[in-house]
């Protein structure tokens, strides 16, 4: 089958762009397959998520399909994007041509029916906002239409400005138009049945690789694999570790991983007085080393989807400590493969931390309980998944 995966990036951190790649990496060994990415090409870099030379990239300029000239109806749009983003006016049914229109204008829409017809895929696939134009455009397409979520329920549409905020009514009407809509989880199912009336489908996410070697459950390290936005709950972490370290005065907390609000955090850590016991690594081609080194995972993030490092910690042996929401109580098993402290409270987040970290005979249960875990998020079963999915339509 021809294949097009449709993103906005694939070269830059993050981990939609990480498991898209892994995904691909396996589809073009039976199928052709082309990403599709709004970027220069000269940020092609496949030896990020070791990407294989036989995945075509198709590098889009955006400036082709969109008029960017201040028209009286491009102005007009730009007001309707913006009210509809404080206030939520547009967010009707009566008002659905409109915000459509003002998201993904008709000319641009006609221009992308074009180019995708022209190229002749089989299935087109597309990723988090991305999905809704595709949905927009679906109908009139040659190829079979597959939008795919990387985020939970909330993470998409309940977070200001962020994916689909204040969009209800228009995924409502469009994305039933797309053949499948792939969720994370069954809550997110769930969500999008009882929420908005819209069926959907699950497909877990991989494990990225596997790994002979195991982490060393006697290192007093906790490890954070993460993006510095706020998202993935840094402050949170920084609130915990400081109550953890009046507890312990031994054990470090490395953290790999660069985003907008780096030095903020590092700040934080410095007025708490713990930045002696942090090592900011900052990015790093060297992830494993750090996963060797450690003992106990910390993920304190306010939503997820189905987050990759979960899945990578349990690879290498580590427990995890996240906190009780969402796709973390279908990865986590709380006592046995990790804690899930209620979300968000910092305090008891510590107190997970200390309990752990001053129980190697529990630290060492927990890791034989994640490592056979791992073995749930094999990547031939994905793989196999996708395929009979690629069958059924």
Avoid at 103 to 126: A, G, Q, V
Avoid at 287 to 313: D, K, Q, T
Avoid at 322 to 342: N, Q, S, V
């Amino acid at each position: 089958m021809k294949i097009c995966i449709w993103v906005t990036k694939i070269f830059d951190l993050g981990g939609t762009k990480r498991v898209v790649t892994l995904l691909a990496n396996e589809l073009v060994k039976k199928h052709d397959v082309t990403i599709m990415v709004y970027e220069d090409r000269m940020k092609e870099n496949r030896d990020m998520y070791h990407m294989s030379e036989e995945i075509k990239i198709d590098f889009i300029d955006n400036n082709e399909f969109v008029n960017r000239h201040k028209t009286p109806a491009n102005l007009l749009r730009s007001f309707a994007r913006v009210m509809n983003n404080k206030t939520g006016f547009f967010d009707r049914k009566c008002f659905n041509h409109i915000l459509a229109d003002a998201i993904f204008p008709k000319k641009t829409r006609e221009k992308w029916i074009d180019y995708l017809n022209e190229k002749d895929y089989d299935i087109i696939i597309t990723t988090a906002s991305l999905s809704l134009r595709l949905a927009m455009i679906a109908p009139e397409l040659n190829a079979k239409t597959i939008g795919w979520q990387h985020n939970c329920f909330s993470g998409y549409l309940e977070v200001p400005n962020v994916v689909f905020w204040k969009q209800s009514n228009l995924l409502q009407e469009f994305l039933p138009r797309l053949d499948r809509y792939i969720v994370l989880s069954d809550y997110d199912k769930r969500d999008y049945k009882e929420i908005l009336g819209i069926d959907t489908e699950v497909k877990i996410n991989p494990r990225s690789f596997v790994s002979e070697q195991k982490c060393d459950i006697k290192s007093k390290h906790f490890l954070m694999a993460t993006r510095f936005v706020y998202a993935k709950g840094l402050d949170l972490m920084m609130e915990s570790f400081e109550e953890f370290c009046k507890q312990d005065d031994e054990w470090v907390l490395d953290i790999i991983g660069d985003g907008e609000l780096f030095q903020q955090i590092v700040k934080n850590a410095k007025e708490r007085h713990i930045e002696e016991r942090i090592n900011f690594v900052g990015f790093t081609t060297e992830a494993e080393r750090y996963y060797l080194n450690s003992s106990i995972f910390l993920l304190p993030s306010r939503w997820e989807g189905w987050p990759m490092v979960i899945m990578e910690a349990f690879e290498f042996g580590l427990p995890v400590i996240a906190y009780h929401m969402g796709a973390m109580d279908l990865i986590i098993e709380d006592g046995k493969t990790g804690y899930l402290p209620e979300a968000f409270d910092t305090g008891k987040f510590a107190e997970a931390m200390l309990t752990l970290a001053h129980n190697e005979e529990l630290r060492q249960q927990m890791s034989t309980n994640a490592i056979e875990k791992s073995k749930d998020f094999d990547m031939d079963k994905t793989v196999e998944e996708w395929n009979k999915l690629f069958s059924s339509l």
